[in-house]
């Protein structure tokens, strides 16, 4: 599992540089608005995302002096695909009681070829939402309420 990690995490850092046309239209200038304007700025539609994103856009504009924007805007996605990959381990660990299989839900969550492509490569933030789906089901899986996650 512990290489694995790495395998994920030098994948990440290895595409990070990578740029899309929609990051050149679209998250560059989102998060140069979000930088320039702060909270303020939610009183304008500066994103096509949920206002979610953009909350969280505009938090990671918070940390512009320790890293480059790119890094930054796809800094969100990662954070995401890791605590996916953990609500992975932790479905698969309570379905079948077993570690190794566990291990495996994490590994196949975290170095997806379509996982890394979507973040690491591209940008985009699926990741997300695939956090909350997980995290409704497995609060289901352990008796809890999963529908505010869910929404």
Same mark, same amino acid.
């Given at each position: 599992?512990?290489?694995?990690?790495?395998? /994920?995490?030098?994948?990440?850092?290895?595409? +990070?540089?990578?740029?899309?046309?929609?990051?050149?239209?679209?998250?560059?200038?989102?998060? !140069? =608005?979000?930088? !320039?304007?702060?909270? *303020? /700025?939610? /009183?304008?539609? =500066?994103?096509?995302?949920?206002?979610?994103? $953009?909350?969280?856009?505009?938090?990671? $504009?918070?940390?512009?002096?320790?890293?480059?924007?790119?890094? #930054?805007?796809?800094?969100?996605?990662? #954070?995401? !695909?890791?605590?996916?990959?953990?609500?992975?381990?932790?479905?698969?660990?309570?379905?079948?009681?077993?570690?190794?299989?566990? *291990?495996?839900?994490?590994?196949?969550?975290?170095?997806?070829?379509?996982?890394?492509?979507?973040?690491?490569? +591209?940008?985009?933030?699926?990741?997300? +939402? $695939?956090?909350?789906? #997980? #995290?409704?089901?497995?609060?289901?899986?352990?008796?809890?309420?999963?529908?505010? *996650? =869910?929404?």
């Amino acid at each position: 599992m512990a290489v694995a990690f790495l395998v /994920g995490v030098g994948a990440r850092i290895a595409l +990070w540089p990578y740029s899309t046309p929609d990051t050149t239209q679209y998250l560059k200038p989102w998060y !140069e =608005f979000a930088h !320039e304007h702060g909270w *303020s /700025g939610l /009183g304008v539609a =500066f994103t096509n995302y949920t206002p979610f994103y $953009t909350y969280l856009l505009i938090l990671v $504009t918070k940390l512009d002096h320790l890293a480059p924007t790119l890094l #930054l805007i796809k800094l969100i996605t990662f #954070l995401f !695909e890791f605590a996916t990959s953990i609500l992975m381990y932790a479905i698969v660990s309570r379905a079948t009681n077993n570690r190794a299989r566990a *291990s495996l839900g994490f590994i196949a969550a975290w170095i997806a070829p379509s996982v890394i492509y979507n973040g690491a490569m +591209w940008g985009q933030s699926d990741s997300i +939402w $695939t956090f909350f789906l #997980l #995290l409704s089901a497995y609060l289901f899986v352990v008796g809890r309420n999963g529908i505010l *996650s =869910f929404a």
